[in-house]
């Protein structure tokens, strides 16, 4: 029972355009939402991250929306860089208990 | 199993004992990662198994951590003389190859509590 869905598994976008990488979740109990970057053969890093309790959070070229009501939330990248290709994912924490949730993965080619 | 199942969900331990941490992948993948993610941090990298390549084991962030895949299929990640330092939730992952176009499967993790 896949609680976190990224239903694009990949993504080509030219230089300079915005990326926009979607996510779904199921549970309205998450608290806490967050995005990962992979590069191959390496771990996810930590992007950014919003609370259940925000709309929105930016850090640099890098923003998260978060529409509750659809069980929706989104990364923005804008302008987006040949660097920027990756595998991203989407996660989301329920802080009480044990429940920590990762999408499948996105893989973001941005094209020179 | 459908998913990545790992065991156990909670482990409670006192400072100074062993823990193994279990990971039983996806059949038939290939790739197995684990990771843990400790309290206001982001997702940290401990080892990565490929086939039969040997592990790259170079996030271990010291020698009380070890970790064996037996059979290329179920791993055990285990923790040395435990410290406090090491409350984590402990994530494993498995993917069918290590490409960026091919998904990864996230167990749900393992909370260490150290005591």
């Known amino acids: 029972d896949q609680q976190v869905k990224q239903n694009s598994p990949s993504l080509s976008v030219q230089e300079g355009r915005i990326s926009i990488l979607n996510c779904d979740y199921t549970n309205s109990m998450f608290d806490y939402f967050l995005w990962y970057k992979k590069y191959p053969a390496e771990g996810p890093t930590f992007l950014i991250s919003i609370s259940s309790i925000k709309d929105k959070n930016e850090d640099g070229r890098f923003t998260v929306f978060l529409n509750k009501s659809a069980k929706h939330l989104s990364l923005h990248i804008v302008p987006s860089q040949p660097g920027d290709s990756a595998v991203y994912f989407c996660a989301a924490i329920r802080t009480t208990g044990n429940q920590f949730y990762f999408g499948t993965g996105t893989s973001l080619t941005v094209i020179p | 199993g459908a998913g990545v199942s790992q065991s156990p969900s909670n482990k409670v331990t006192e400072k100074g004992k062993d823990v193994e941490l279990r990971c039983d992948p996806i059949s038939g993948h290939t790739a197995l990662y684990w990771y843990r993610q400790s309290l206001g941090q982001g997702l940290e990298f401990l080892i990565y198994f490929q086939g039969n390549s040997a592990p790259d084991k170079s996030g271990l962030p010291s020698d009380r951590f070890s970790a064996e895949r037996t059979g290329g299929s179920v791993s055990t990640l285990t923790i040395q003389r435990t410290q406090q330092e090491d409350s984590a939730v402990y994530l494993c992952?498995?993917?069918?190859?290590?490409?960026?176009?091919?998904?990864?499967?996230f167990g749900s993790g393992t909370r260490l509590t150290v005591v």
């Open positions: 992952a498995s993917s069918l190859l290590d490409r960026p176009n091919y998904g990864y499967t």
